[in-house]
């Protein structure tokens, strides 16, 4: 083989390894972030709510439910991305919620939350 040919042939391995190695991550967190291993619905009241972070911000939070009275309460974390569900969860402070979540499993990175449950609805439970 010629020595130019394997050298071409060497930098196109090369390329598609950096390539792949740059793409690859990227594509799983797209996926991983737009694609729900499972929905549902808590119900219960904000117990916290708050941004917090470094360098990224994400607004976490925790709903306390009661299954029966005189039971301890069941916490159940969350995260919310949009800000406008935000507001809406401090507008309802105070008052039984329903919250209605995606569970994204194996997101890669704490900047798009800190738990595996993102809130996409909220709506008065009373």
């Keep these: 083989m010629d020595t130019t040919r394997l050298r071409k042939i060497t930098i196109r391995v ?6 792949l190695g740059v793409v690859g991550p990227l594509l799983y967190t797209f996926g991983a972030l737009n694609y729900s291993y499972s ?12 941004s917090r972070g470094w360098v990224c911000k994400t607004n976490e939070g925790e709903l306390s439910m009661v299954n029966m009275p005189g039971q301890p309460a069941e916490k159940f974390t969350f ?12 507008e309802l402070a ?6 209605t ?15 595996q449950y993102f809130i996409v609805g909220v709506r008065k439970a009373e």
């Design 14 to 19: 090369a390329v598609a390894v950096v390539a």
């Design 101 to 115: 979540y995606a569970e994204h499993r194996g997101v890669p990175l704490s900047c798009f939350g800190d738990t």
């Design 94 to 99: 105070g008052h039984k919620v329903a919250l």
């Design 79 to 90: 995260t919310v991305r949009d800000d406008k569900l935000v507001k809406q969860i401090d």
């Design 39 to 50: 929905n549902g619905e808590r119900v219960g009241f904000v117990q916290k709510l708050s």
